[in-house]
């Protein structure tokens, strides 16, 4: 296949493809025909170079001459003439209905300012037998009237378009002729015209405000007043437009001859900035845009335009008003409709940095409000928090059975009166944070700390059976993790009290402002009188904690009746260790040596023998750190190690419970 035809061809895809992107209605709005088509391609180029910087458009421009419709184009592309036929054939075709066909008469390259450019002149001709089958089919489908209506509105185009109309004075035609045929390519309507301007040069100066005629030499003959207002130097008799102007589009030279081969093109010229005064000098270059009409009779050229302008800013800054501007120069629309436009753009950026502004806060709202809610748990139990975070009221609570724990620094007042105060603070802040580890791991709620007084329940808010074994396993981890904190005076460990009683409390949130849980009850008195009358580094517990403890888990010494202060003589005991667990797992140590070596394992298990050697190890911890039933070893020790990895992975992780509670 030819380049030509496959050009062509390329053309004809284009038009379809331009049409089916959202360009259809722009297109047909063009031109009633195919000429009014053509001549305005250049401005819908210009239109289209406003949103496409990069876009390096052909020019089209139309000519009659010996009754003939000549298609000129110029390109800066060479080589690519051959896709205009297949275009404007689609258009006819599309459009308005008749078929065309484009000849290449001259094909040359011309010097122009933006370098070579290539001139081709296509004949355009119409297919008239396509058009008188079109009336043929349509006088036979229709009616006898129908068929005279026809022939009557066809005689008229015919005469319209082949017969000159010499009418000596300015009157109307008839209705019938008042027709325009689709299939047509050239003008089938013929206007009449006066036979003498009735327009007087002041009026037209005033109406054109912005307008310059110019003769082939391009001497200023003729200028509106505005422009003349603005730029004083066009009134001095003899100037050339090209000393005071330049053209910025379109790529053209100042001469009459480029003109007329852009005369479709939207032509911009800018002022030059040399013939502007001092004063001026900081402002823009003014910008004229408009269009070039060439006048044969007297062989000038008329340029109608209007400053290119789009705001009011811009207007301000050339020193002009709005009164400047004819009112018929839709300039004007497009400066207020644009200043209202920026105006929305700038509420919609308004709206989108507080759209901004508000996202910010908001996350810095759930930042801070997570650090709300981490200080309420921290304060309150987990199930009080949710229901005050809800609004909800929190009743107080009878607990017929707990247990409290209080505990104390020795010789605390001594320490204090001998110590910078930031060392107090770093002791209690290392006890503090090592006995709310062991909170977690025990199960207790930690009540309040008062100075070096540290208090905890078991069995409150959340009632549980083992709220002793819990205490009293808490209060053993209390006194080892004691002895890991120095005395800031001797550098040796401290020594706390810790006194322990179990009985019935009443419990509720207390205050709005700063809301604590807090005990109320004999039992909260008994327990503190339990770690008052206690001994150092000694876990001292009444009877009744006693009792609730299961004497096979917990070793006990009875210390005997004392005197308790209020409540008169009691037999008291002394807690000393959990025969049943060792003190890594009250430490809370094993459940982390699981963790670590089940973490360990997941990380390298890329092969069957790693995670074999991982359940073996796991099962070797469990009956180091406590003596384990013997069916939960089998549930280790019996592994099918034909499994594949991650199957074996999961029976590690299934059991992870069993072995952090030993």
Known sequence: ?????????????????????????????????????????????????????????????????????????????????????????????????????????????????????EHVVFCIL?????????AIST???????????????????????YCSLNFTRWE?????????????????????????????????????????????????????????????????????????????HPQVTFAISSMKKFINSQFVLKLRREIMPNSSKKRPALKLRGQMIWMDCNRSMIYLCSPKLRSLDELKEQGMHLSD??????????ILFNQQRLAEIELSNQLERKKEELRILSKNLQI????????????????????????????????????????????????????????IVNMLNLMYSKFDRLTNIHGVYKVETIGDAYMVVGGVPVPVASHGERVANFALGMRIAAREVMNPITTRPIQIRIGIHTGPVLAGVVGEKMPRYCLFGDTVNTASRMES?????????????????????????????????????????????????????????????????????????????NVTTAVIHLAKVAKKGHKMGQNSLNKFSNINFGLNCGHKLRIICTHTSELSSL
């Open 1 to 117: 296949m030819p380049e030509e035809a496959v050009l062509k061809l390329f053309g004809q895809y284009f038009f379809n493809f331009c049409k089916t992107s959202g360009y259809d209605k722009m297109l047909r709005a063009l031109g009633g025909n195919l000429m009014e088509f053509i001549e305005n391609l250049d401005s819908l180029h210009s239109y289209l170079a406003l949103s496409y910087q990069e876009m390096n458009a052909p020019s089209f421009r139309v000519e009659r001459k010996d009754e003939r419709m000549l298609l000129h184009y110029y390109s800066d592309r060479k080589g690519l003439c051959h896709i205009v036929p297949g275009i404007i054939e689609a258009v006819a075709r599309d459009f308005f209905d008749c078929e065309v066909s484009l000849e290449i008469l001259e094909q040359n390259v011309e010097e122009e300012r933006t370098g070579k450019k």
């Open 139 to 161: 006088c036979e489908d229709g009616s006898q009237e129908g068929k005279e209506e026809h022939q009557e509105l066809h005689g008229a185009v015919v005469r319209m378009r």
């Open 368 to 423: 801070e409000k997570k650090k709300s809610e981490t200080l309420l748990y921290a304060m309150l139990p987990k199930h009080v928090a949710n229901l005050l975070k809800e609004g909800k009221k929190v009743k107080a609570g009878d607990f017929s059975c707990c247990t409290i724990l209080f505990s104390d620094v020795v010789t605390f007042t001594n320490i204090c009166s001998v110590c910078e105060p930031i060392q």
């Open 172 to 248: 109307k035609p008839g209705k019938k002729i008042c027709f325009f045929s689709t299939g047509n390519l050239l003008h089938t309507f013929e206007p009449l015209f006066p036979e003498r301007l009735w327009l007087d040069e002041r009026t037209f100066c005033h109406a054109f405000p912005f307008h310059l005629v110019f003769d082939e030499t391009l001497k200023i003959k003729q200028a509106g007043v505005n422009i003349q207002k603005f730029i004083p130097g066009l009134q001095i008799s003899g100037t050339r437009l090209d000393e005071y102007f330049s053209i910025i």
């Open 533 to 609: 009358h206690g001994l150092p580094d000694k876990i001292h517990i009444s009877s009744t904690t006693f009792k609730a403890l299961p004497p096979q888990v917990f070793e006990t010494a009875e210390r005997g009746l004392i005197e308790v202060k209020g409540k008169g003589k009691m037999t008291t005991y002394f807690l000393k260790q959990n025969l049943s667990a060792t003190e890594d797992e009250i430490m809370g140590r094993v459940e982390e040596t699981f963790r670590n070596v089940c973490t360990k394992s997941m990380r390298k298990a890329d092969s069957l023998n």
């Open 126 to 134: 119409q297919t008239d037998e396509i058009v008188k089958k079109e």
């Open 325 to 334: 501007i004819a009112q018929h120069d839709p300039t004007r629309d497009l």
